[in-house]
């Protein structure tokens, strides 16, 4: 992991600075790795929205509820955050060539950068990972190798070739660089909130690279002394076709088992074993915060409800943490006045074939009498 001289960065810049600068996650330059502003690889992404879910607040019952939309950033996810930062790194190492093992968001955001930095990108995903990442992998450039397994299985891959090439692996927490980038999702979270932090922040976890990166960035912030208070309660989301988290958080284990037969409408989320499950679990617990199960079926209905209530189109990962957030109401887990954030971590326009089962169109004659009702 990145360590830095926080005294330095201390009094080398302050809030009052900041809220100067432009409204992207390289506002947080000092606490980034690179060291040459040159290297840095950027399409303005970060300081995406947080937004009030006051629709949903009251047919839930809870009034402080917040939603950060990560669907606004650049390929249509937060992967971007991990791209962004990692390319600018390879970029000032002299990397020529990255791999990476993706269930599909990840490739097109690595790919989008690579374009950018000219560095070649190898990536390889699962056959059924969603087509428009695929296409939108390819169109920018990377080379897409599609196969009959899952993200762990194109980990392997990765590895192998890697070894055998020379390239360098991009792979989740293979390098400590992607794990900064999406660290930006933390600091941006406090300083929206005004140098706080919300009481309980609900993320999706597959690799979980935001939900430890959120809490190094309230970490290296209470150091610095910039926030204060316990920090917030991370809970990990993840479908029951895919739990591994989960049941080690509810096991009391250290460690993940890989998940046997994994399958979830949550591409984002169709990781059996992450690579770190130690850091993910230690970071709940550390966190006093929990990890807990949604169905798919559910999903489907949260993505509806999200749309048609508020005019956010989550993708499914995102409003998984909608569903997880009336799960721990009920529970009273979570207390009536804590302000509850839930992460949208990327836009549902990169998922349309699961639209595709709720969308509706009017008959020629239904489209004629809803007219004449009208009139
Ligand atoms: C990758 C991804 C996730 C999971 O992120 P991790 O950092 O691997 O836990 C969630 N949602 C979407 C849309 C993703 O692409």
């Not at 840095?40 to 006051?54: H, K, V």
């Not at 993706?102 to 995903?125: D, K, L, P, Q």
């Not at 690579?275 to 079926?297: F, H, Q, Y």
């Amino acid at each position: 992991m990145v360590t830095y001289d926080l005294s330095a960065i201390n009094s080398a810049v302050t809030k009052e600075d900041l809220s100067k600068r432009p409204f992207n996650m390289w506002r947080y330059r000092e606490m980034l790795p690179i060291e040459n502003e040159k290297n840095i690889i950027s399409l303005q992404e970060g300081f995406t929205p947080i937004i009030d879910l006051s629709a949903l607040s009251k047919d839930i019952g809870h009034l402080r509820l917040y939603l950060k939309d990560e669907g606004r950033l650049p390929t249509g996810t937060f992967k971007a955050r991990g791209a962004s930062v990692g390319i600018s790194k390879a970029k000032e190492l002299g990397i020529r060539t990255v791999a990476i093992p993706t269930a599909g968001n990840a490739g097109g955001a690595w790919a989008t950068y690579g374009a950018r930095a000219g560095i070649e990108v190898y990536s390889v995903m699962p056959f059924d990972a969603p087509d428009v990442c695929k296409h939108e992998t390819s169109t920018l450039g990377a080379h897409v190798y599609l196969v009959k397994g899952l993200i762990s299985d194109a980990g392997d891959i990765v590895a192998d070739a890697c070894k055998k090439y020379g390239w360098f692996s991009i792979a989740t927490f293979n390098e400590p660089y992607r794990l900064e980038g999406k660290k930006t999702l933390g600091l941006e979270i406090a300083e929206q909130f005004g140098w706080d932090f919300p009481e309980v922040i609900l993320y999706p976890c597959g690799g979980g690279v935001g939900l430890v990166g959120i809490w190094k960035a309230y970490k290296e912030l209470r150091d610095m002394g910039w926030v204060d208070g316990p920090g917030p309660r991370m809970v990990a989301v993840q479908s029951d076709g895919c739990a591994p988290v989960v049941r080690s958080f509810l096991n009391g284990s250290t460690t993940c088992e890989k998940w046997i037969n994994a399958e979830t409408i949550a591409d984002g989320l169709r990781v059996p074993k992450p690579l770190a499950d130690t850091l993910i679990l230690k970071t709940i617990r550390e966190s006093n915060g929990c990890a807990t199960t949604v169905s798919d079926a559910e999903i489907q209905n949260a993505i509806i409800r999200l749309a048609r209530k508020e005019g956010i189109l989550a993708c499914p990962e995102g409003a998984a943490t909608l569903l997880a957030l009336e799960s721990l109401l009920s529970s009273e887990w979570i207390n009536k006045n804590d302000r509850v954030l839930l992460l949208n971590t990327g836009s549902g326009l990169k998922y349309s074939e699961l639209m595709e089962e709720s969308a509706h169109f009017l008959e020629e004659g239904e489209f004629i009498t809803n007219i004449q009702k009208n009139e």
